[in-house]
Antibody, heavy 123, light 110 residues
Framework: EVQVVESGGGLVQPGGSLRLSCAASGFTVSHNYMSWVRQAPGKGLEWVSIIFSGGDAFYADSVKGRFTLSRHNSNNSLDLQMNSLRPEDTAVYYC?????????????????WGQGTLVTVSS | QSALTQPPSASGSPGQSVTISCTVTSSDLGDYKYVSWYQQHPGKVPKLIIFEVSKRPSGVPDRFSGSNSGNTASLTVSGLRAEDEADYYCFSYAGNNKGVFGGGTKLTVL
């Protein structure tokens, strides 16, 4: 069964750092496209970052230069390192596997979602 | 402000059809054909229901359909059921390895 499980959320002060992890099972992260999507309390979805199967990572303008997405092939997981956190980064962060169908995998269609982990940036 | 604009709300009675629009409002938006739609029930995780404008993943009822005309993508829910009451989000690839979600539409089944 395909599954992704996020961890690492919590309360952090503005300017602080936090590392989120995403553990995958039932598939190999290095062979797939993986994204992070966040949702502020009571608000809509916001795409945050994507890592391609080749290893290149890309970011939304709102987090570029502050967040770093990395992959750990040895334990089939991802990390999202978040630095210089701001109150507006407060959200549930979802790790998402891209959709794969008969014709292949599509990086920009988000299929398997984790349950999310809450990040709260507040003093 | 999102580059994709959705109406904040939509509604319909059971059995009716409802269409939710998703309009490009940014000239920077890239290849607009890579549109997908997501359903999110309160307190639940989003679910992919339409990809590549009009395709459905396995298991998604054919009551859900997608289309694209000009700078507007649309999601139509036919034969409305109570369980269709949820928030719906469009998403598009925006070029330069970035993506953007619409602001979301709350669908109410009357």
């Amino acid at each position: 069964e395909v599954q992704v499980v996020e961890s690492g959320g919590g309360l952090v002060q503005p300017g602080g750092s936090l590392r989120l992890s995403c553990a995958a099972s039932g598939f190999t992260v290095s062979h797939n496209y993986m994204s992070w999507v966040r949702q502020a309390p009571g608000k809509g979805l916001e795409w945050v970052s994507i890592i391609f199967s080749g290893g290149d990572a890309f970011y939304a303008d709102s987090v570029k230069g502050r967040f770093t997405l990395s992959r750990h092939n040895s334990n089939n997981s991802l990390d999202l390192q978040m630095n210089s956190l701001r109150p507006e980064d407060t959200a549930v962060y979802y790790c998402v596997k891209a959709y794969c169908g008969g014709a292949g995998c599509y990086p920009w269609y988000f299929d398997q979602w984790g349950q999310g982990t809450l990040v709260t940036v507040s003093s | 402000q999102s580059a994709l604009t959705q109406p904040p709300s939509a509604s319909g009675s059971p059995g009716q059809s409802v269409t939710i629009s998703c309009t490009v409002t940014s000239s920077d938006l890239g290849d607009y054909k890579y549109v997908s739609w997501y359903q999110q029930h309160p307190g639940k995780v989003p679910k992919l229901i339409i990809f590549e404008v009009s395709k459905r993943p396995s298991g998604v009822p054919d009551r859900f359909s997608g289309s694209n005309s000009g700078n507007t993508a649309s999601l139509t829910v036919s034969g409305l059921r109570a369980e269709d009451e949820a928030d719906y989000y469009c998403f598009s690839y925006a070029g330069n390895n970035k993506g953007v979600f619409g602001g979301g539409t709350k669908l109410t089944v009357l």
